[in-house]
């Protein structure tokens, strides 16, 4: 039962890292030849897991909010970081797009 409940976990990172990289792939380099996307996933002291994805493209509109987007891909992110992890989501819009996601480890 315990293995269950990381699987389902992993799938949802799974799920919200391939939504952002797409998001990233389809967006940010529009002008661009080259770009980076970076992903880390860390294991913070506080029992709590901190996902990043970050790239140096053009950057998510500065009108666009994770929480009230009319995207459906971020409204995936949305339902899966907060509604599955019940984690919470933070992003920086600075020399690209910068989205940290944190939730507790159990």
Do not use: W
């Not at 389902?8 to 797409?22: D, P, W």
């Not at 996933?41 to 790239?55: C, E, P, Q, Y």
């Not at 919470?88 to 996601?101: F, K, L, R, S, W």
């Amino acid at each position: 039962m315990k293995h269950e409940k990381y699987k389902i976990k992993i799938i949802n990172l799974v799920l919200i890292i391939n939504e952002l990289v797409t998001n990233s792939l389809k967006y940010a380099f529009v002008d661009k030849e080259k770009g980076k996307i970076q992903i880390s996933i860390k294991d913070a002291s506080d029992n709590t897991v901190m996902l990043r994805v970050k790239d140096d493209g053009d950057g998510i509109s500065k009108d666009v909010e994770v929480r009230s987007s009319e995207s459906l891909g971020l409204e995936l992110v949305e339902h899966l970081a907060v509604g599955q992890l019940n984690g919470e989501i933070n992003m920086q819009q600075n020399d690209g797009t910068d989205i940290y996601i944190k939730f507790k480890r159990q």
